[in-house]
């Protein structure tokens, strides 16, 4: 029984690591994008631009945008002279942000009355101009406690909590390490199936006593296993490289990858299901991989989305997973916390799983 | 100039001035000299990796030679490859037909590729429908094509054009016999016509037509000339032993282990024997053939030169004989039949690839599955050892039903595929230690019994190497070490020896007739008119039903007429195959 289900993981082992090219094709990926995707990806704020609309040009509004214009995140400010300037920096995408400060700032300020100003940011590039607008928040309330001569009784310090400083490696590594194994799990399940089809190998399995379970479990858990190890050579990196900070636990993060790497397999093997080349298997695996990443929050907060997108978004791995991820490197997910988003993992896994061996027996057969 | 000269080089189409090519530092051709002439068929002949294709293609400019010369119509084929791309026709192994589209579309496409238009268009294609048979179906899609049809419209795609040089790789590969008889007409006309015509083929029995032969071996030309002159020099060599009583492949066992023989096959009920030299003929009373065996002189064939050119054929003893313990059939199987279909039948749809197909196969036995392409003897084959599900009827091996308790009927199965699925990015004792262990083999019994086998098969040599870079016949080898690693009762060959150079598939055949020996059951699948030679009893199947069934010399029997008293199997084969037609047409 398990010597079997051994022999099969360890073929899958051999082919993967016997040649250079296949090692090399499973840990190129992974130091690729570890080198390059930190920095190419950049969610962060610095280097934006700010517009401003001052409509006041009393002091108290000159200091305030000053005050805007010295902060990391907005080195150049644009000055605006008119609503329909704000509308069109926005549109051509030349200001991440535009603030519009009301005629009558000063005076009310200066009466110790509230104020409302009106910020426009950019929601095409919602995920950067919400950590801007956060930055731009953050001074305004400042600068609006530090005028208002009576002290308000109780101030409302917004503190982004988890990523005080909202430093964007913290939020993209631990993405990372969601991302990568996807990559490497699909490829050893999907494709490896698919090229035993076009080998005939996999006819020579059919007529061994091995049972369809079997040859399922063989591609499944070499694929887990090579999730997990990427997985864990990401997550080391972004804590010893990249100086993420780590606050859960390693188990329940080897947990949550295995459980993201059952319901990878899943989706792996109904694509080779589905597909008789390793052609068609390599599209499959792609036409699922770019929907899964664009819809998991990484690129867009999944809040943001429309119904039906959120609704496919909940039936994405990955979505579950990056919350998963994040939360145990930046917020201390214990179990509990982690347990709303792994019952959808494995609830993921156990219906491909069931559907890929459907599928698998009606095509064996 | 001398005129004669002229005349005789003019008679050269291609001429091949010690041509030797490498492939990342492996020799694949080897000093090789030929002229090709016009108007004959020259048969390119050897086995898979014997370097057929690479030569085809360094004629058609595909490639460039690493050494030596390579005058196609006076021309260097790199260098004035547009000139003769209008004289040459080549047609590759898998010629690109456009399975989407259908066979007039096909037509139209390469004549805009080759710039034939206008008139001269509508001529060509009219000339070229009419000569491939193929008018009637123009509207048809290339690949609902038959294998035939579609060589037949290859064919007429590399005509375009008219090309004076006419390159064929394999052009017979998957083409049933009837219209492999048909497409070497086509072609023997156009040679008659005066063009220059390379045919290449691993069958030897086909070669035997070709005007000329380019025989090769591991990249080295062995013989360039006609055949006739070939087997005319093997005459008194090749003998026929009837009348035999007894075992005849232990009759052929021992025959090989005579200094006078040099290769050997069995024939039907008779052996076939090659004769180190003419005259010197073995010990009959050693054969212990019976009281009534003879030996009798036959036409020599060219698989008979090749095998002597090679050195002769392996020894009759398998090794394997020792190595294998003897079959004992557990309590309640009868061993009148251990493979056992009954009213077997598999629909797809509408269709029924297999009719309420009927046998039962002794222990010991080899039973062949003869068939053209798409007949149903690969579906038969299938639902045999498990790989398809019977739609209704029986199948059974070894008294066990394959849809009730598949997994264990499994375990009495050995299987080798046609192509040798083995994995080719593991090493051959990774191969050997994966196939030992999913059929449940552990510790030190997976180690004896890989052991075993690389003795038996004398893999020790290339145990680190990759399996996918083996020679042929050692891939066979060991995807034959592979399938008996559990000493199955069972054994399931599907073509096992397609495209194996001769001496390999003796070899393999007599590792088959040792199991055999030994209670081993033997169920094969075969394109080979002489790997039906080899079988106990055939059973023909065409069109989903097995039209004909028993002994390869009762089949002949069956097809015995006075202008063709002795038949061969390919005679048979096709006769049959055509009284069935008439049949169903009648009826």
Known sequence: ?365 | MNPAMTASTDAIAIRLQAVSHTFAGRPALCELSADIRRGVITGLVGPDGAGKTTLMRLMAGLLKASAGSICVEGLDPVSAGDTLRLQLGYMPQKFGLYEDLTVLENLRLYADLRGVTGQARADSFERLLAFTDLARFTDRLAGKLSGGMKQKLGLACTLLGSPRILLLDEPCVGVDPISRRELWRMVSSLADGGMAVLWSTSYLDEAELCGEVLLMHEGRLQYSGSPQALMDSMQGRSMLLQDIVGNRRQVLQRALRSPAVIDGALQGHAVRLVLREAGVLPDLASLQAGPDASLQRVKPRLEDAFIDLLGGGPGGDSPLTEHMPPVRLPAGVDAEAVIVAEQLTRRFGDFVATDHVDFRIRRGEIFGLLGPNGAGKSTTFKMMCGLLPVSSGEARVMGLDLKKSASQARQQIGYMAQKFALYGNLSVAQNLGFFAGIYGLSGASQRAAVADMVRVFGLQPFLAMNAGELPLGFKQRLALSCALMHQPPLLFLDEPTSGVDPVSRREFWSHINGLVDKGVTVMVTTHFMDEAEYCDRIGLVYRGRMIAAGTPDALKTMVASAELPDPSMEDAFIALVERDDRQREAT
Request: hydrophobic residues 50%.
């Open chain 1, 1 to 365: 029984m398990w010597q079997r289900l051994f022999t099969l993981i360890r073929k899958e082992m051999q082919a993967l690591l016997r040649s250079p090219q296949s090692r090399r094709l499973l840990i190129a990926p992974v130091l690729l994008q570890l080198l390059l995707f930190p920095f190419a990806a950049t969610l962060e704020v610095k280097n934006s631009t700010l517009a401003v609309f001052n409509q006041d040009g009393g002091a108290a509004s000159i200091e305030l945008v000053q005050r805007l214009a010295a902060t990391q995140a907005f080195p150049q400010v644009l000055m605006l002279h008119s609503q329909q300037e704000m509308q069109q920096v926005i549109d051509r995408q030349q200001a991440l942000l535009a603030i519009s400060l009301p005629q009558d700032l000063s005076r009310k300020l200066a009466a110790g009355q509230s104020v409302a100003a009106q910020a426009i940011i950019d929601g095409r590039r919602s995920n950067s101009a919400q950590i801007a607008y956060g930055y731009a928040l953050q001074v305004i309330q400042q600068f609006a406690a530090e005028r208002s001569h009576q002290l308000p009784p109780a101030r409302l310090v917004v503190q982004n909590l988890y990523n005080p400083n909202l430093e964007y490696r913290w939020f993209v590594l631990p993405s990372l390490v969601a991302i990568i194994t996807t990559i490497g799990c699909l490829m050893v399940t999907a494709l490896s199936l698919a090229r035993e089809r076009e080998e005939g190998t996999f006819e020579q399995l059919l007529v061994s006593p091995l049972t369809p379970g079997y040859i399922m479990a063989g591609k499944a858990l070499p694929g887990m296993l090579v999730a997990l190890v990427q997985g864990c050579i990401i997550a080391a990196a972004a804590v010893w490289v990249y100086h993420v900070p780590f606050s859960g636990t390693v188990g329940l993060l080897i947990v949550s990858m295995l459980c993201y790497g059952l319901s990878l397999v899943g989706f792996g093997l109904l694509i080779s299901a589905l597909s008789s080349n390793q052609q068609q298997a390599f599209l499959g695996s792609f036409a699922f991989m770019s929907p899964a990443v664009i819809l998991s929050g990484y690129m867009a907060p999944v809040e943001n989305m429309p119904l039906p997108l959120r609704l496919v978004s909940a039936v994405d791995p990955l979505s579950h997973f990056i919350i998963i991820v994040k939360g145990i490197f930046l917020k201390g997910y214990g179990f509990a916390e982690a347990w709303p988003q792994l019952w959808p993992l494995l609830a993921i896994a156990a219906s491909t799983l069931a559907l890929a061996y459907l599928m698998f027996l009606r095509r064996s057969h």
